[in-house]
């Protein structure tokens, strides 16, 4: 067996997921509190009406199993947002945090999903829609924190799994009624995704809206595509409370991707035809569906009944996003329909890094993804856009005269 590239594991069949437990099982494989502590610093200063915005981190036992214990306080001063401000103040938070092209639209995804789950559960548009609990700076810390974790552990690139995630029974409070568990927006990120839960008789709330919507966003593969994996590092994050039937504590598995030649994935194509749609309007739907977290997104010319000249839109997404997105382009095109079909995929072999880049005497680290050869060799790669953005804004080069300088000086020369 050959190692093939990074994996994460989300173990939240037990105990389910919350912002909280995933940001002490990142902070337990390494990721730094004093980065939480900047995140919370800058939602404070850039979501109105939160103050007093702090991150706790401890170490308890839950189960008698070590974990890593978050807890982020704020004050507010408002008791309710509109999903739209709440994606705004993100945004922000985002660009601030020096957040990478994954990072920030991982964010929006999982935000997207909060509002569409609250939405459909209140009978209100998505951008109106308004957050109660959900609108707390709380809520923002955990969906940036996990997002600022990844990047900084440097897992965006790793391939993410979570099984069934465990939903409790009884009732939960919020807002000042009961609902039953799991709570609806929880239900209903679940439904919409097609992701599968595991229900147990334990009378508590496990899996927060907050919780369901980064699991989803952050996993390519549901239950029935689970990897072999050698395993390297493990963490262990903490829920608030200490349950009697439970151990209240969330996975997570890195390790690495093991196959005998080259890697699979199931992967949906959206497709949809149109004929009657301006190049603005199908611009801005390429826009959104790649900001909501579309793998890829191609335009197609194509002959349509009576010979009339139209396009074919093809989206290719993770089977969680399928549901959003599908919902995004009708709601962005006006067509009446999507097609959507499973589609297998073979992945050559890769990895992802960072290494250093010299240009005009100035060393710069940028991103990095590398292709391998069956024997493990390196044949090829690509620097990560933004970085070689970043580096000709500040050189004055070209695009183009950067990706030589890379060929030349960092990739093998017969690549």
């Not at 408002?78 to 709440?86: G, M, N, P, Q």
Request: with cysteine; charged share 25%; hydrophobic share 35%.
């Amino acid at each position: 067996m050959r190692a093939s590239g990074r994996a994460v594991m989300i173990d939240a069949g037990s105990s389910g997921a919350s912002g909280d437990k995933l940001l002490g099982a990142l902070v337990d494989l390494g990721g730094s509190p004093k980065s939480l502590d900047r995140v919370a610093r800058v939602v404070e200063d850039n979501l109105p009406g939160a103050s007093h915005v702090h991150v706790k981190t401890s170490i308890v036992e839950r189960g008698e199993v070590r974990g890593e214990l978050v807890e982020v306080r704020s004050e507010e001063k408002v008791s309710k947002r509109k999903a739209h401000d709440l994606q705004s103040s993100a945004v922000k938070c985002a660009k601030e945090l020096g957040l990478s092209e994954w990072g920030t639209s991982f964010v929006k995804s999982v935000l997207d999903t909060l509002s569409s789950a609250e939405s459909r559960v209140h009978g209100h548009s998505a951008k109106e829609v308004e957050l109660h609990e959900l609108g707390s700076a709380d809520t923002l810390v955990d969906i940036l924190g996990v997002a600022y974790l990844v990047d900084e552990l440097e897992l965006s690139g790793a391939r993410w799994w979570c099984g069934p995630i465990g939903v409790g029974t009884g009732v939960t409070e919020f807002s000042g009624r009961t609902y039953p568990n799991p709570a609806p927006a929880v239900a209903e990120i679940l439904r919409s995704h097609k992701f599968p839960m595991k229900t147990s008789n334990i009378q508590f709330e496990l899996t927060t809206p907050t919780g369901a919507a980064i699991a989803v966003n952050l996993a390519s593969g549901g239950a029935g595509d689970v990897p072999i994996i050698m395993p390297h590092k493990i963490g262990y994050g903490a829920g608030s409370k200490d349950l009697d039937q439970v151990a209240n504590i969330l996975r997570l598995t890195v390790g690495e991707l093991s196959e005998t030649e080259h890697s699979h994935d199931e992967v949906v194509v959206l497709e949809t035809n149109l004929d009657d749609v301006s190049g603005e309007v199908i611009g801005r739907a390429v826009e959104r569906l790649m900001e909501a977290g579309a793998r890829d997104v191609s335009i197609t010319p194509v002959f349509m009944k009576k010979n009339r000249p139209g396009q074919l839109i093809s989206v290719i997404t993770d089977k969680a996003k399928s549901e959003r997105l599908a919902e995004l382009l009708m709601e962005e095109t006006g067509t009446l329909g999507v097609r959507e079909m499973p589609v297998s995929r073979h992945i050559s072999r890769r990895s992802s890094g960072t290494v250093e880049l010299e240009v005009g005497g100035k060393k710069f680290q940028v991103r990095m993804k590398r292709a391998l050869t069956a024997a493990g060799h390196l044949q090829g790669g690509k620097v990560e856009y933004e970085d070689l953005r970043r580096i000709s804004n500040e050189t004055g080069l070209s695009i183009r005269e950067l990706q030589q300088v890379v060929k030349n000086r960092v990739l093998p020369h017969d690549s």
